[in-house]
């Protein structure tokens, strides 16, 4: 197939151009910036020196970076990158010193389970995936500044993954300061007095701490799995079953930060959806603790609630399989029932177990507790619907008004009483929402809210439970059993933990040849003996840390990439983060200006930064409180059969393809051009096609059609050749010559246009713009200049290796300042161009169109009627009729009633 034109030599030309040159540097204050920069020329800088007051407004638009598999991209990879790499060139034409980087989030479960099948480090494999990955994307000429690249595999990165650990080891959540401080301002009790007691304390109040926790653990992985990498009972990577079981764990004390990571939310802007997703996952509830005597026994069991008015229905008690008074409360008669039931819910995942579609199950421990209000005695059950890590473990069951207790007392047939009296012509039973109480004693009669507060005092006054605030998020779980993941900077003497100095840091992983977790159950780390045993009797942790640890913060790494110092200086973290003192005299955004990302990580990476990023704010290492303003989740590509793109499926389109067959800026415009960026899009490889015949088209309109026919015929010889580039001349019709008004009319309303959708993040319909650009410029017989460099500064953040190939041209014959079209100025338009000098007017005939009038934008609508009774089209059905009205709608229409 002939090419619609030479886009094999112009992308890597450009690509090289923009390479050397470090086109795309973004620029930290102080730094020297060489006085030919492009970055320098538009922005006057002489000295070469970037201090922080001169530099301009800054922009920061960020990609969720990739994890580099070993498959390489598909073409849905690059969409989001497409759209912040068509702004982050906006940005910089728009005056903004844009900081746009990339990296690869490198550690994780995928290259050490090849390591294991194949033998080959991870490390290994891990670097050829990114290699791969990088060549593709430069392929894309993305304007990423490279020499901000992060690998969180790299020492030089993960050294600070580390300290930032240690940090949260090293502190506490004050509540009366509502914020982290050092551990060594936390305030003892009384009664703590010996160090042993101290530390004691301290260690449960870190915000990095160690529990026995009930986790998920995979034989045939030899791993703990956070529950979105289980899939109904079995893992995600080798489908192998799953079971839970305690097991000693690290965890950072996220609960603490539960509420400011939601009261934050309304600071930043994010879409409703996906703000939902957080609070949901957060999932705060206000309610009451309650209290109960378990019967014949000192313990008691405490249950949260939502709904304390209803205690008067509570006919049973529900704990989690692995609640601790279980296994102490259970009675001899039912202690084989409930071990077995045990076992078979430690298979299940909590996906699986709070399901409520679900059949319930159950079993009875044979012990019964006392309803606080009214002394009744209760049975005690276990049923894995009730998780360990939400509330307490433990619930009280009031069947009448809840519809999974309701399903399970009816299945084993326990009590059920109507405690809420339901608004006329509902049923009581199976109600959830308010009424008025009934059958509940001294709060019988009162509504919902009114019986809620006073049971609550009541419960208070009588030592039965207090007001409370619940959520559902948990600490997370932050340890792995695996060897491809940052090691714990912290070692054991004696059963105690303490951290490394920062100057042990970065603690590197042992070298090892085998992969898999020892027969013992320990981690892979444990093989290495000498690495684990210290000299001094000191023994390392052997767990890693969880792929997410590296993810959490890298978009600060960003700011100061080549720092060996500090993970980010001061200096450079507030100005890209918006909080100098002066930013480009404007006002700046606090936080990343722009983050975009698939709706994968919408809930818990997201979340995990968050938290992070507050933890560091409060220790006063950055300088707002929330890391992302405005986020935005592009939307799937599937593939052409309308399936998500896999290889077992089949249906994977390669970009490497893609760019072969019709080039870089074919891809990246028809990536744009499918849809609004936030849809799912099936991808159509004859839409490539098309939108690859429109940049053939602007092709044409600039290149003269002669010097192409001289262009094919020397390619016959010579393919490959770049200097064959130089042989396109322009086309004599492209000319410096002023711009009629219908061209100014016409490029004003694409920069218009153009302007407005990328403000919008509307690309499709700004690239159809452009599309009505060139099909109305294509024909005119004299081509301003001025009006085509103006398309192809529209066209460049789409299209930036032929607008690139095509301004250089326009300046190599017209003159021109920059060499790159990267940081020249938006163009601008007067809006005066935009308004109609004549206009169209329909003429109707008792309702009926019969002519059309071509006047002056200012006709006054006496001339309009005139002009229309005038019109012979019109006067033929006026013949032999009586005009009984004339109607006339200024700049619209003539309307005239006849009979």
Sequence with gaps: MRRQYPYHLIEPKWQSVWEHGQTFRAWNPGEQIPEQHPFAVRHGFKSGSAIAPTLPPKYYILDMFPYPSGNGLHVGHPEGYTATDILARYKRAMGFNVLHPMGWDAFGLPAEQYAIKTGKHPRATTEENVQNFRKQIKSLGFSYDWSREVDTTNPGYFKWTQWIFLKLYNSWFNPVTNKAEPIDTLIYPAEIKTDEEKKRFADNKRLAFVSEAPVNWCPGLGTVLANEEVVDGKSEVGGFPVVRRPMRQWMLRITSYAEKLLKDLDTIDWSDSLKEMQRNWIGKSEGAEVVFQIARNPETITVFTTRPDTLFGATYLVLSPEHKLVDRIVSAAQKEAVEAYKQQAASKSDLERTELAKDKTGVFTGAQAVNPVNGQEIPIWVADYVLATYGTGAIMAVPAHDSRDLEFAEKFNLPIIDVVQAPTGTENRGYTGEGVNIESGFITGMTTPEAKQHITKWLETNA???????????????????????????????????????????????????????????????????????????????????????????????????????????????????????????????????????????????????????????????????????????????????????????????????????????????????????????????????????????????????SEVDFEQASTVSTEDPELLATLALSPTIQNAPAAPEQLKAISQAIKKVTDDLEGMRFNTAISAMMVFINEAHAWPVKPVSVLKDFLLLLHPFAPHLAEELNEKLRRKFGGSLGTLAYERWPQYDPAHLVEATLEIPVQVNGKLRDKLVVSADATPAFLEAEALKSEKVQQFLVGKVIKKVIVVPRKLVNIAAS
Excluded at 471 to 497: A, T
Excluded at 584 to 611: I, N, Q, S
């Design 464 to 706: 039965k439970g207090r007001k409370t605030v619940n959520y559902k998020l948990r600490d997370w779980l932050f340890s792995r059993q695996r060897f491809w993941g940052e090691p714990f900077p912290i070692v054991w003497s004696n059963g105690q933990h303490r951290g490394l100095e920062n100057a042990d840091l970065p603690l590197l992983p042992p070298e090892l040849s085998d992969f898999k977790p020892t027969m013992t159950g320990e981690p892979p780390l444990a093989r290495a003996k000498d690495w684990v045993q210290l000299p001094g009797g000191d023994i390392r942790e052997t767990n890693t840390m969880p792929q997410w640890a590296g993810s959490c913060w890298y978009y600060l790494r960003y700011l100061d990439a080549s720092n060996s110092n500090e993970f980010c200086s001061s200096l450079n973290e507030k100005y890209w983060m918006g909080t100098s003192a002066e930013n480009g005299g404007a006002k700046a955004t606090p936080g990343v200006d722009l983050y975009v990302g698939g709706t994968e990580h919408a809930v818990l990476h997201l979340l995990y930064a968050r938290f992070w990023h507050k933890v560091l704010f409060d220790l006063g290492f950055v300088s707002t409180a929330e890391p992302f303003y405005k986020l935005v989740n592009q939307g799937m590509i599937l593939g052409e059969d309308g399936q998500k793109m896999s290889k077992a499926r089949g249906n994977v389109v390669n970009p490497d393809d893609m760019v072969k067959s019709f080039g870089a800026d074919s891809l990246r415009l028809y990536e744009m051009f499918m849809g609004p960026l936030e849809m799912v899009k099936p991808w159509n490889t004859k839409g490539v096609e098309g939108v690859y015949r429109f940049l053939g088209r602007v092709w044409r309109t600039f290149i003269d059609e002669q």
